[in-house]
Every structure is written in C-alpha cells, then in structure tokens.
C-alpha cells in the first residue's frame, strides 16, 4: 500500500466518525470508534479494497450503493472504489452504534453519570431514567434510518418520532426497550397512529390502515395505502407481530 492509498483510506475513515489505530504496517489501516468496540481493517488489493469487521455484518442493512459484496466480517469493495469505501466506513459507524447492545451500553454509562451528579429534586428516578431511555432509543434509530424517516424518507429532524412497536411498558427488559428493531423513526403524522394502533405494517412493510380512518382525514394527513417501510429486517419481525396482536386496533 503506497503512502498516497493510506492518507486516503485514513481520511475515508476520520470523515465517517472512526479513529486511527497507530501502527507501523503498511498492509492495513485498522479503526477503532469511541462509539462501540468494534475495529475496522482495510486493506488494498491489485483490484479491491477489503475492509474487515470484528463481527460479521449484515449485508442487508447496509443499504448504501457501489459495487461491493459481503462475506462474512468482510467487505470487498470491488475496484478499489474509495467513494464505496467511505460509504461504508460510514454505515458500519452507523450500524455499531445503533444496534444492540450498544444502546444498553450507552444507557447505562449516561445514567450512571447522572446518578454521580445528582438527580434535581425537580424530577423522579422513573423520569430521568425514561428521559435517558428514550434519548438513547431516538439516536439508536436515528443511525439505522439514516436520519430518515422509515416510510416517507423525510430527514427533517424536527418532524421526525421515535416509535415504538412494542411499548416502553410492556417491554420486559432494558433491551427490548431501546433496541433499534422495536420501532421506527417516523413523521409526526405517522408516528401517532402508530402509537394509538390506528395504522400498522405487515411483515413485507406494507402499511395497515385502520377502517376507522376516513379517506378525508388520510388525505389531509398525506397517508396513502400503497406506503411501506422502506426495509424491514427479520429482526423488526418480532416486534411488529406484537404490534400487530396487542396495540393494532383494527
């Protein structure tokens, strides 16, 4: 590897939120993120650029374009396509911070740090910790989604809800709460049928609408029946059939 191919793979992953582990090779370039505790190995080939994971990753979240291809902990980004890199430099970031069980993780160490502060007398124990709780949850989904919402694709921040499908009370652990497949980042106008059970998604992302909803209201509310999810991972399954059986109205 030519010292011109290090500074830019270097750069590929300082503009994507990873940090430079020092070494002395010049056969890799190795990530390490204050985010999550995975690495990121990237190496040049002839004809490709290789970039392995300290985990397997999941090719269909990855949702990015270039000509690459997945296997296993590794990604071989074909012709040694840096744009491609740098789009999954970017993603993997992305994808480590938001899945579990890093929102737990992160949870844990900002309540912590509360508790070491001080908790205002202004606020209960049960209100912070769901505060934290759903900061962590809405920065989980925001990094799976792209900053977008999961149906429309709108990125404007402030129109944007982090949506339960299985509700914060009847999730059993600290896990089921804030993991990034229990819901979707959604518009306002979504986001509130979904939570009263008025709208749902099936197991393709085909959206659900209630009978009790007249053709006016969807109209004024820019909802139409041909929307879906723009993905849906096995692991969003779960929570959406019990979405589906306990909070869908039908």
């Not at 970039?51 to 000509?67: K, Q, W, Y």
Request: include cysteine; hydrophobic fraction near 40%; charged fraction near 25%.
């Amino acid at each position: 590897m030519t010292f011109a191919e290090l500074d830019t793979i270097k750069k590929a992953g300082l503009d994507s939120g990873w940090g430079i582990v020092e070494s002395e090779s010049l056969d890799a370039v190795v990530f390490s993120s204050a985010s999550h505790d995975q690495l990121a190995t990237v190496r040049c080939f002839d004809h490709e650029i290789d970039v392995e994971f300290s985990i397997p990753v999941d090719e269909s979240e990855l949702h990015i374009n270039g000509a690459y291809s997945v296997i296993g902990r590794v990604i071989v980004v074909a012709e040694r396509d840096y744009e491609t890199l740098r789009a999954i430099l970017n993603r993997s970031q992305e994808l480590f911070v938001a899945l579990p069980t890093n929102p737990v993780e992160i949870y844990n160490t900002r309540w912590q740090a509360l508790v070491a502060q001080g908790i205002a007398a202004t606020e209960t124990v049960e209100e912070v910790k769901r505060r934290v709780g759903q900061d962590v949850y809405r920065e989980a989904l925001e990094n799976y989604w792209k900053n977008a919402c999961a149906v429309t694709g709108c990125t404007l921040r402030e129109s944007l809800r982090a949506s339960h499908a299985k509700p914060w009370a009847d999730c059993e652990n600290a896990e089921e709460c804030l993991s990034a497949y229990n819901g979707f980042l959604l518009t306002a106008n979504l986001d509130a049928l979904f939570d009263k059970g008025l709208i749902t998604f099936d197991d393709e992302g085909r959206i659900v609408i209630s009978e009790s909803i007249s053709s006016m209201d969807l109209s004024a509310l820019g909802i139409v029946a041909n929307m879906r999810l723009r993905w849906v991972d096995e692991k969003h399954k779960p929570f959406l059939k019990y979405h589906r059986e306990h909070v869908w109205k039908g």
